[in-house]
T-cell receptor, first 111, second 113 residues
Framework: GQNIDQPTEMTATEGAIVQINCTYQTSGFNGLFWYQQHAGEAPTFLSYNVLDGLEEKGRFSSFLSRSKGYSYLLLKELQMKDSASYLCAVRENNQGGKLIFGQGTELSVKP | DGGITQSPKYLFRKEGQNVTLSCEQNLNHDAMYWYRQDPGQGLRLIYYSQIVNDFQKGDIAEGYSVSREKKESFPLTVTSAQKNPTAFYLC????????????FGPGTRLTVT
């Protein structure tokens, strides 16, 4: 079956670094996405990993290990506006663009 | 500017009524999706369509119906058979490169009383 696990909530301090983990079990893997969602708004795309390793994009980085079924999103130099829900989503083989989403991690950034 | 539009942003209906949510995109994307989000939860796939005149059920299709007569449009009907229709509904679209990155519309919050 399909299963994606993320912590439900996390708290961090402005200016700090936070790592949000995602583990997955799928029948066939074909890419992992991270999205950011502010309350009441649409998710916005942050990153995409299909090969093992780290993808860096400004203050945000995402890592993937396919053998471990594991990814993390790293947020550096946290800002108050980073308070949001972070969604991990996996695309399976032979499923076109269909994504399976985790429940999301609610991140609160404190001053 | 290209994008995805959903209307209306807020919708109120009485129990027993069918309601249709609109989703339009001008990104020239082949694939379109409908998700439902409940408080504190992730997105659950209702229906998706990879090409005009074709669509597939997602994980929670019961009580919903869709059509895909045009590439740009993918309306969702919430029927009276849906037991718990009150939710935030999100429409998305994607192309077939860049790993099928999905672009989301602003969402419609449906309240049924």
């Amino acid at each position: 079956g399909q299963n994606i696990d993320q912590p439900t909530e996390m708290t961090a301090t402005e200016g700090a670094i936070v790592q949000i983990n995602c583990t997955y079990q799928t029948s066939g893997f074909n890419g992992l996405f991270w999205y950011q969602q502010h309350a009441g708004e649409a998710p916005t795309f942050l990153s995409y990993n299909v090969l093992d390793g780290l993808e860096e994009k400004g203050r945000f980085s995402s890592f993937l290990s396919r053998s471990k079924g594991y990814s993390y999103l790293l947020l550096k130099e946290l800002q108050m506006k980073d308070s949001a829900s972070y969604l991990c989503a996996v695309r399976e083989n032979n499923q076109g663009g269909k994504l399976i989403f985790g429940q999301g991690t609610e991140l609160s950034v404190k001053p | 500017d290209g994008g995805i539009t959903q209307s209306p942003k807020y919708l109120f209906r009485k129990e027993g009524q069918n309601v249709t949510l609109s989703c339009e995109q001008n990104l020239n994307h082949d694939a379109m999706y409908w998700y439902r989000q409940d408080p504190g939860q992730g997105l659950r796939l209702i229906y998706y369509s990879q090409i005009v005149n074709d669509f597939q059920k997602g994980d929670i299709a019961e009580g919903y119906s869709v059509s895909r007569e045009k590439k740009e449009s993918f309306p969702l009907t919430v029927t009276s058979a849906q037991k718990n229709p009150t939710a935030f509904y999100l429409c998305a679209s994607s192309r077939r490169d860049r790993g099928y990155e999905q672009y989301f519309g602003p969402g419609t919050r449906l309240t049924v009383t």
